[in-house]
T-cell receptor, first 110, second 112 residues
Framework: KQEVTQIPAALSVPEGENLVLNCSFT??????LQWFRQDPGKGLTSLLL?????REQTSGRLNASLDKSSGRSTLYIAASQPGDSATYLC?????????FGQGTRLTINP | ETGVTQSPTHLIKTRGQQVTLRCSSQ?????VSWYQQALGQGPQFIFQ???????GRGNFPPRFSGLQFPNYSSELNVNALELDDSALYLC???????????FGSGTRLTVV
């Protein structure tokens, strides 16, 4: 069974800190891995897409890495801001579908 | 380019009724998929359509069905609604291949 685990389930940090969110998956035969942000009651906003041949992607203060051999991905957020507060979901693309973790609920305190 | 749009945004139905949710794909995308997200959980894959044919299905009963139209828009139909069907339903479109998915804002369905 394909599974995705995200650790921690929740995280609360003061503004300005650098932080790392972790994602592990059981299927090494992934096509790509995608990180999303979800605000309460809203849809998913794509943050970063790492294709299977890549090892990392960067966008602004965000950096995501992918290690297929160990089945792990990390999302690094630099200089966190209160506006970064949201739930962060990772998902790997298997055949015809995305498999999601349960997310990390992030709170950045001013 | 326009993103993925879903309608309606909120819906309340009675147990046993039927519901249709709609989705317009992002321009240029030829694949659409649907996900169910219960409160506090990650989205679960329902099914995917490519060229108007279902080409992948998750662990959902047959009362969940769908359509994809020639313009790549899509519908999700749920018959005989149950209380556990209450969730956020998300539509995603993509271009076949390894290009990632774009999600809509979702439809919040409440079954009472």
């Amino acid at each position: 069974k394909q599974e995705v685990t995200q650790i921690p389930a929740a995280l609360s940090v003061p503004e300005g800190e650098n932080l790392v969110l972790n994602c592990s998956f059981t299927d090494s035969a992934i096509y790509n891995l995608q990180w999303f942000r979800q605000d309460p009651g809203k849809g998913l906003t794509s943050l970063l897409l790492i294709q299977s041949s890549q090892r990392e992607q960067t966008s602004g203060r965000l950096n995501a890495s992918l290690d297929k051999s160990s089945g792990r991905s990390t999302l690094y957020i630099a200089a966190s801001q209160p506006g970064d507060s949201a739930t962060y979901l990772c998902a790997f693309q298997g055949a015809q579908k995305l498999v999601f973790g349960q997310g990390t609920r992030l709170t950045i305190n001013p | 380019e326009t993103g993925v749009t879903q309608s309606p945004t909120h819906l309340i139905k009675t147990r046993g009724q039927q519901v249709t949710l709609r989705c317009s794909s992002q321009s240029g995308h030829n694949t659409v998929s649907w996900y169910q997200q219960a409160l506090g959980q990650g989205p679960q894959f329902i099914f995917q359509y490519y060229r108007e044919e279902e080409n992948g299905r998750g662990n959902f009963p047959p009362r969940f069905s769908g359509l994809q139209f020639p313009n790549y828009s899509s519908e999700l139909n749920v018959n005989a609604l149950e209380l556990d069907d209450s969730a956020l339903y998300l539509c995603a479109s993509s271009l076949s291949g390894n290009y990632g998915y774009t999600f809509g804002s979702g439809t919040r369905l409440t079954v009472v």
